[in-house]
T-cell receptor
């Protein structure tokens, strides 16, 4: 089944630095979403990028999408300790084209 | 608060037992997703319902079943529980099916099988 795979699995940075996470997927998609999960909590939607978009911004977040490489990246600028969380990308399921399928996520740790 | 309500928040039960997890989606959302999250398997998609009908099926075991009722709330039934079923179970809802809109997640039910 289609699945986004995030890279790296874990990332540790200092406050103020930028954090970049990548997502690769296997087959064509219509849209791709990024979510954030604080430890043991529900996922929270961050941003949706459509297949005809190459870049999207939301506050300190910047998402890019390269459909030719089947990859997306999430950049968090000027990281804060509060950004410490796991980040997931979500892609289609090829079973029915409607389900959200998540990768294993990138665990980001921002130290002050 | 996402508007998605899951009950119970915590559940401890013995192997071989059966439990029911409940999810109330956000008002107006027709699509409900169920996920299982464990440390070694990540966030696994189990099943999706849309307006009462099963829409997509993921890695859901035969011991597990789900349904969505006319009032759009959903229940996930887990039977013949095994130690390996211990996990966080999340429900999410969205207005429509698929990736054209964001999904809203509940806070999850932590199931511990002893």
């Amino acid at each position: 089944s289609q699945q986004g795979e995030e890279d790296p699995q874990a990332l540790s940075i200092q406050e103020g630095e930028n954090a970049t996470m990548n997502c690769s997927y296997k087959t064509s998609i219509n849209n791709l979403q990024w979510y954030r999960q604080n430890s043991g909590r529900g996922l929270v939607h961050l941003i949706l990028i459509r297949s005809n978009e190459r870049e999207k911004h939301s506050g300190r977040l910047r998402v890019t999408l390269d459909t030719s490489k089947k990859s997306s990246s999430l950049l968090i600028t000027a990281s804060r300790a509060a950004d410490t969380a796991s980040y997931f990308c979500a892609t289609d399921s090829n079973q029915a084209g409607t389900a959200l399928i998540f990768g294993k996520g990138t665990t980001l740790s921002v130290s002050s | 608060d996402s508007g998605v309500t899951q009950t119970p928040k915590h559940l401890i039960t013995a192997t071989g037992q059966r439990v029911t997890l409940r999810c109330s989606p956000r008002s107006g959302d027709l699509s409900v997703y169920w996920y299982q999250q464990s440390l070694d398997q990540g966030l696994q998609f189990l099943i999706q319902y849309y307006n009462g009908e099963e829409r997509a099926k993921g890695n859901i075991l035969e011991r597990f079943s789900a349904q969505q009722f006319p009032d759009l709330h959903s229940e996930l039934n887990l039977s013949s529980l095994e130690l390996g079923d211990s996990a966080l179970y999340f429900c999410a809802s969205s207005v429509i099916a698929g990736l054209n809109t964001e999904a809203f997640f509940g806070q999850g039910t932590r199931l511990t099988v002893v």
